[in-house]
Nanobody, 127 residues
Framework: QVQLVESGGGLVQAGGSLRLDCAAS????????MAWFRQAPGKEREIVTA????????YYADSVEGRFTTSRDNAKNSVYLQMNSLKPEDTAVYYC????????????????????WGRGTQVTVSS
């Protein structure tokens, strides 16, 4: 059974930091692009960041550019999201996603381009 499990969410004050981890199991994702999406109440799910399977290409939404950093460890079948300088508008449920397989530097940005999803972890940033 393929699973993506997020961890590391929580409550933090504005300006603080959190690190989210996503551990995959059930198959190797070393040839899959992986991403973090988020969804706030009443809003659509939006891309936060994506990383190619090679790790050499990343995409960041404008709203998080310069504050968030994504990385991956293919040996551990894991992807990470370091979030710094958090703002109240970053409050959302954060989801990890992976596609079936993709080319070397591919970083899909739309939810429909991903095949596997975690259940999400809540991030709440207080003002």
């Amino acid at each position: 059974q393929v699973q993506l499990v997020e961890s590391g969410g929580g409550l933090v004050q504005a300006g603080g930091s959190l690190r989210l981890d996503c551990a995959a199991s059930g198959r190797s994702f070393r040839n899959s692009a992986m991403a973090w999406f988020r969804q706030a109440p009443g809003k659509e799910r939006e891309i936060v960041t994506a990383i190619s399977w090679s790790g050499d290409t990343t995409y960041y939404a404008d709203s998080v550019e310069g504050r968030f950093t994504t990385s991956r460890d293919n040996a551990k079948n894991s992807v990470y999201l370091q979030m710094n300088s958090l703002k109240p508008e970053d409050t959302a449920v954060y989801y990890c996603a992976a596609d079936q397989a993709s080319s070397y530097s591919y970083t899909p940005t739309r939810p429909l381009q991903y095949d596997y999803w975690g259940r999400g972890t809540q991030v709440t940033v207080s003002s």
